[in-house]
């Protein structure tokens, strides 16, 4: 089932951002129904908000340990802080080499391919107000907060849908309608996060970045979910330049 947001009622992302606090539904769609029924299903375990000025501070302490051969890793306690890059393209210094170093998405075959180094999905986590680079290794949870990075080529906007374990597929880029978000070519991180509920996984994303409206990659993702399931939908990505899928197990 796609289920395409005209408008109407708050979209997923907004309703994550109003259960954190980070933004207020906008006007007209305060106490819509949906509201409700969000909070409900994720109950309480909305984490706060990314805190990318602590994590920078933490980054330029890995990269001070690395310089000098110490163990900054494991006083850490193995958490690699991921590199952010909400407004600006990849930062430089101190932060880009700690990212470089330590911040890897290691993608496991078929799921988070780099095709080339033309497009490529990644993202991380936000868990009980610890981040920490995404791994489709390791599984996500219901309330993990998600927000993506991406590699565009050069593609000038983006569209991301998503799969739960029940087929139901769900536009969360763009918010609302159907055109695509425009995005800086090369490397950039989608604005805002996503917050998972309580649906079965996997967790299937696919960026396309075709320049297509998000209906019709909706439909094109629904469909090959009907036909073949995850398979199905990593035969898509496989056959599509544009597109990048990441398939992530949930706990």
């Given amino acids: 089932m796609s289920r395409i947001n005209d408008g109407s009622r708050p979209s997923r992302l907004q ?19 949906a509201a409700e029924e969000f909070a409900a299903e994720v109950a309480a375990a909305s984490p706060p908000a990314f805190d ?20 900054a890793g ?14 600006a393209p990849w930062v430089t210094g101190a ?12 993608p496991p075959p078929h799921v988070n391919r780099l095709k080339g180094g033309e497009v490529e999905l990644g993202f991380d986590v936000n868990r009980d107000g610890q981040a920490f680079p995404g791994d489709p290794d390791l599984p996500v949870r219901p309330g993990d907060r998600l927000r993506f990075d991406y590699v565009a080529g050069t593609a000038s906007s983006v569209v991301l849908v998503g799969v739960d374990g029940t087929g139901t597929v769900q536009t969360y880029w763009p918010e609302e309608g159907v055109e695509p978000v425009a995005v800086a070519p090369g490397k950039g991180v989608l604005d805002g996060s996503i917050l998972l509920d309580a649906a079965p996984g996997p967790e299937v994303f696919v960026a396309s970045f075709s320049g297509v409206p998000a209906d019709v990659v909706a439909r094109e ?31």
């Fill in 15 to 33: 309703l994550g951002r109003a259960l954190a606090g980070e933004a207020a539904l906008p006007e007209g769609l305060a106490g819509h129904p």
């Fill in 52 to 71: 990318a000025a602590g994590l920078r501070t933490r980054a330029a302490a890995v990269a001070e340990g690395a310089a000098g051969g110490g163990d």
């Fill in 74 to 87: 494991a006083r850490s306690g193995g958490v690699v802080v991921p590199l952010f890059r909400r407004a």
């Fill in 95 to 106: 932060f880009a080499l700690a990212a470089g170093a330590l911040f890897m998405l290691r």
């Fill in 221 to 251: 993702v629904a469909a090959a979910y009907a036909e073949d399931g995850v398979d199905g939908v990593l035969a898509l990505d496989a056959s599509r330049e544009d597109l990048a899928a990441l398939v992530l197990a949930k706990d």
